[in-house]
């Protein structure tokens, strides 16, 4: 099974997406899980490529529009390469097929030799415009193009529903760069949220030994990798090594609220909570953690993380995803083979 995501209908049951490429639907009470959904695209499952997201269109309910990203196998020319894309389609009433299912946005160039670091969140803008994360693809030689507007490595992207570029976006009518972009700089980024009072887009994302952080992503902003992190090479000892980059920050970079050291939590999924079932969680911003095992609560004052607190560590499970239901309630999905939505509740 090994999901990966999930989003609320608006009758409370989920949609969750599966990596091998399956996406399911889950009734509201969680007893009932659906047979895979026809219509949904071929993936590359191959490492960490899949079916990463599903995010429901703002106009869902007269629409039934969907979106997923997914890691997408080459063709023709460019077999045996991959990338992550976005896609579209109509989820029918019964939630049993989508029709007319369309690729909207390709991650290029693609890559080679590489099924890591897909991105691969979708975030919709009460605008009607989309974020979506996109990985450095991991290997050292496209590493440096994290760093390059004119490639699709790590970078957050801002897209209309149709897949082209919002005449506002930074780096539109730069020459040699990418129209879509929004931020760049970024390694893999896993997790993403809109801040419910400022409407910023907030991410979390992989540092490599150490170096997970959190961000307020904002528009033509450069984030750093790999020529700042605050985590080192794989293989240097952990907590006595040079960053990648050789330095943790430097003028130009945005610096991130929080990150974790020496040891990565791998975060994944992120959500600000905005309900009422845990008044003292109210606008706190939680994130999935993988490596860490644990759903991390971060307790905010403005824009600053004045505190952190691992949860739910007693489950002993990677936790891919994190949502607030319509219920005010948390939901988290966990990641392995048998993976489970365990609700929160008091």
């Not at 969680?30 to 895979?36: D, E, H, I, M």
């Not at 969907?66 to 990338?83: D, K, V």
């Not at 450095?136 to 897209?159: C, F, N, T, W, Y």
């Not at 760069?177 to 994302?205: D, F, K, M």
Request: aromatic share 8%; net charge neutral; hydrophobic share 35%.
């Amino acid at each position: 099974m090994s999901p990966w995501s999930l989003a609320f209908l608006p009758d409370g049951s989920m949609l969750v997406t599966e990596k091998a490429g399956s996406l399911k639907r889950v009734s509201a009470d969680g007893r009932t899980v659906s047979a895979a959904i026809t219509g949904t695209p071929a993936v590359d499952s191959g490492g960490q490529g899949g079916l990463f997201d599903v995010a429901i269109a703002n106009d869902f309910a007269t629409s039934r529009r969907i979106f997923l990203a997914f890691a997408e196998p080459g063709s023709g020319t460019e077999a045996g390469r991959n990338g992550t894309a976005v896609g579209t389609g109509v989820l029918n009433a019964a939630a049993t097929a989508i029709s007319g299912f369309t690729v909207i946005f390709r991650q290029t160039p693609k890559v080679a030799g590489s099924q890591a670091h897909f991105g691969g969140r979708i975030v919709p803008a009460p605008d009607g415009t989309l974020f979506v994360t996109l990985g450095e693809r991991s290997i050292a030689s496209e590493r440096p193009r994290a760093q390059d507007l004119g490639a699709g490595h790590g970078k957050v992207m801002r897209i209309r529903a149709d897949g082209s570029a919002p005449a506002d976006n930074p780096f539109v009518g730069r020459a040699g760069a990418q129209p879509t972009i929004w931020s760049y700089g970024h390694r893999n980024v896993q997790g993403a949220a809109l801040h419910p009072t400022t409407g910023e887009l907030w991410t979390s994302e992989h540092g490599p030994q150490g170096g997970d952080e959190v961000n307020r992503t904002l528009a033509g902003r450069n984030y750093g990798w790999p020529l700042v992190s605050y985590g080192c090479e794989y293989g240097d000892p952990v907590g006595a090594c040079t960053p990648v980059g050789g330095a943790s920050t430097g003028p130009g970079f945005e610096p991130p609220l929080t990150w974790w050291v020496p040891t990565s939590t791998a975060p994944s999924g992120l959500a600000f909570y905005t309900g009422d079932r845990f008044p003292e969680w109210r606008g706190n911003l939680f994130a999935g953690a993988l490596g860490g095992k644990a759903l991390w609560r971060l307790e905010l004052n403005g824009n600053t993380v004045v505190n952190r607190e691992a949860l739910f560590t007693s489950l002993n499970e990677r936790i891919r995803d994190v949502r607030q239901g319509p219920d005010g309630y948390l939901y988290l999905l966990t990641d392995n083979p048998s993976g489970r939505i365990v609700r929160i509740v008091r």
